[in-house]
């Protein structure tokens, strides 16, 4: 089911590309260049068990288009990992790095693999196993890695440790998303989360919404979540829902959001500490300001789509509204804010670590907050201009100015 999912997501991302750069002017060449990865790499790791026996994981590494620069993108541990999906995620970067006018390209990485059936000794050794089958096409100027879906900082610790070994030199901007003591930036771990919040702040201010009692819910509580979940709690906002993997809290008073923090596991779940709870398809169709999707991929479709009573969606999560259920919703005047603008925050402030790797002089992170809110109110009000000048709904304005920057570059190159 996730195979066919992951192939309808890139064959529709590659729909709105190709339908971007039409409206650009570009002709079907430069959609033929850019609906597909440069580099598609595919790996086998072996990996010795705490039990003695091997297993063999395979691994992904796309590399979208390095035209702009070298291509950066997270490596994600999953079971549904594809080949699609990892494709797909590396169009996006591409889009979230052209958006935030950043010297790259799109990169993503994935392993098929159980990171929660995993041992701390196995998943360090798949960890380093991934490094060595992709290290001759990563690097501080080549691809830069970063963490993803169910990675964290300690895995990052592991591969920066075995690419140096490997390259017999410390090469701290090879990876983000670091500890801070091996050059990790401050503000990274929130990024993310610190991004949407400042786009849910725009997109209120669109609609003549103030912050302070808006009411708020999102979907899942992993990382982005509850952060993005605590920064509209202290704002003053109302966030009437939320859900995890095993449900959904939904009060129309407002949730007690650090109280839920404190009680939640280290994968974000809490719901299934209460007896009141709803479904997650009923968490998504409540009435609400702004709707977060914060999860996974293809919650939003043509069947719930309809009954969606948000007034603005602002998707934190990758993909989570399929092509179909953006046509509804644009058509019922729901405003959308598209993953590759939303979302983009992780990248910028990885941007600024790779930066602050390369001169070696680190920045407090007051000055990361002030840098990344900048970049993202230009990029949304960038976006929200091509939306009204040229007609188009958010997610093809998204697209048309993302894919511009890469488009122009490969020309300027001669590829096309």
């Not at 929660?116 to 080549?142: C, D, H, T, W």
């Not at 998303?177 to 091996?182: E, Q």
Request: net charge negative; proline share 4%.
């Amino acid at each position: 089911m996730a195979a066919h999912n992951h192939q309808e997501m890139l064959a529709a991302t590659q729909t709105i590309i190709e339908e971007a750069l039409l409206k650009l002017g570009y002709g079907s060449d430069m959609a033929e260049l850019l609906k597909e990865p440069l580099r598609m790499l595919t790996v086998r790791i072996p990996v010795r068990m705490d039990d003695g026996r091997v297993r063999v994981f395979t691994g992904y590494r796309a590399q979208h288009n390095d035209a702009v620069g070298p291509t950066k993108g997270g490596v994600r541990f999953h079971p549904s990992v594809t080949e699609e999906e990892v494709k797909a995620l590396s169009i996006w970067m591409t889009l979230k790095c052209g958006i935030a006018d950043l010297p790259y390209g799109g990169g993503k990485g994935g392993i098929i693999c159980d990171p929660r059936s995993m041992s701390f000794r196995e998943l360090e050794r798949l960890s380093r196993g991934y490094v060595r089958a992709i290290s001759q096409i990563v690097g501080p100027n080549k691809d830069i890695p970063a963490p993803d879906v169910m990675t964290n900082s300690q895995i990052m610790a592991w591969m920066l440790d075995e690419y140096s070994r490997i390259r017999e030199h410390d090469s701290p901007g090879f990876i983000t998303g670091k500890p801070i003591v091996l050059g990790g930036s401050l503000g990274r771990e929130t990024a993310t989360a610190r991004g949407v919040a400042i786009m849910i702040e725009e997109t209120l201010a669109v609609m003549g919404t103030p912050l302070k009692d808006a009411r708020i819910v999102i979907q899942g509580f992993g990382n982005a979540g509850s952060y993005l979940a605590k920064f509209m709690y202290d704002a003053g906002a109302k966030v009437v829902g939320i859900s995890d993997v095993h449900g959904a809290l939904h009060d129309p008073d407002g949730l007690d959001i650090e109280d839920l923090i404190d009680k939640r596991d280290s994968f974000g779940a809490v719901t299934n500490l209460f007896r009141k709870t709803i479904s997650n398809d009923e968490l998504l169709e409540l009435e609400c300001d702004v709707l977060v999707p914060a999860a996974i991929e293809n919650q939003i479709t043509a069947d719930n789509a309809p009954r969606i009573k948000a007034r603005a969606i602002v998707e934190a999560a990758n993909g989570p509204t399929t092509l179909e259920a953006t046509n509804i919703l644009n058509d019922r005047d729901v405003l959308i804010v598209p993953d590759v603008l939303a979302s983009s925050g992780g990248v910028i402030v990885s941007y600024f670590e790779w930066v602050q790797n390369n001169q070696g002089y680190y920045w407090s992170e007051p000055e990361v907050d002030v840098k990344l809110r900048a970049m993202m109110v230009r990029g949304f009000r960038e976006v929200v201009d091509v939306h009204r000048s040229r007609k188009v709904n958010m997610r093809l304005a998204a697209y048309m100015v993302g894919v511009r920057k890469v488009a122009e570059a490969a020309r300027l190159r001669g590829w096309v």
